[in-house]
């Protein structure tokens, strides 16, 4: 009895430790996992802080990166013919005109009895596409250039600026209301100065036309015959139509149908791409869709600035530009003739480069560049007279 209860002495001890171990145990492990879940709330602030960090760093250097960029090049051209521009945002804003005819007195000598004849011979009436909102920043510096040598122009807004002046067509501005405008700006011509032009041309205010060089254009051709100028695409209409960019111009003949067919609903407002609905309306009323290629087969009518023309590559080939050209479209110095007629997405600071440039600016020792009126062909005449020239060089010493 003795040993027994001297057993169940010990044996109550070891229990009592064993049931004492394992409550240590339990609390061991217990704090255990309360600091793992501890460092792991802490590791994900941690990671999530980092995260953030790290995001908004990036973001910073994308910016000035894109920022950057934009400064570079500011003309960004979107992959959609009838699309918005950076252009249009005009970022080369100018706070006054400037007088480009001051220094006329330069050109005091030159020969421009051919230019000033066909002043008087092919009257053009430019009327140009703008909105109140333009008036300062686009319309007033095409006013100090180009359309001084319009034989009449006229500035087509929503709203009328007697002050400018502009015409108030009455309507609201927005891509969506450029044929409206378009439509109701050929209508007021109509009535109002038909008599006064032989042909009518439309341009917007961030276009830059050569007038000199579409009188020289239009020359060939009647105004009573019903035909109108411009670069040609070829989609959507059989014949082609002329983008409304690049400017457009109307023979008087074709001003008239275009203003009778609305009446008799010929044609109607189908849509609002200006250029493309003017270009099925033409077709409707037989009005041809004519060639204003030089007689070298180069393009005279451009919708962009000179240096996407003229740069090599700068114009990828996935653009909508390369499906859109009429005629087989070349980059690079073959793309454009040397009696251009017009440029388009000119800001106003570039309106003032071209015209210094077109208009001012001079090589020494040149009476002229080529005629392209000649009976030979130009890069035939030029050939002919350097070889002459080589042969008379060749022929001198033995002369001597």
Known sequence: MHNLCIWLHFRSIRIYRATSNKCDFRTEVSHLQEMASSKSLMNLLTFTFGSAIGFFVCYLLFSIILEEQVKIQPHVLHNDPHGQHSADTDNNQLQGQMNFNADAGQHKDEDKNIAEGLYHKVKILCWVMTGPQN???????????????????????SEENKDFPAVGLET???RDQLYWKTIKAF????????DDADWFMKADD????????????????SPEQPIYFGRRFKPYVKQGYMSGGAGYVLSKEALKRF???????????SSSIEDLALGKCMEIINVEAGDSRDTSGRETFHPFVPEHHLIRGY???TFWYWNYNYYPAVEG?????????????????????????????RPYG???RYNPDSSKNPEEQSKNEALENDQKLKQKPSES
Not at 142 to 153: D, E, L
Not at 207 to 217: A, C, F, P
Request: proline share 2%; glycine share 2%; net charge positive.
């Open 315 to 317: 114009l990828p080939k």
């Open 135 to 157: 008036l300062e920043k686009k319309a007033k510096h095409v006013k100090a250039t180009w359309a001084q040598r319009c034989n009449k122009v006229l500035f087509m807004s």
């Open 259 to 269: 203003v009778a067919a609305f009446k008799t609903n010929k044609c109607t407002h």
């Open 366 to 368: 040149y009476l002229y």
């Open 206 to 221: 961030d276009t830059y036309v050569i007038l000199d060089n579409l009188r020289w254009l239009l020359s060939k051709y």
């Open 172 to 174: 609201k501005e927005g």
């Open 333 to 361: 110095p073959g793309c454009c003739s040397d009696l251009a007629v017009s440029f388009h997405y000119v800001d106003s600071v570039t309106m003032y480069h071209l015209e210094y440039l077109i208009y001012h600016l």
């Open 187 to 194: 209508q007021y011509v109509y009535d109002h100065y038909f």
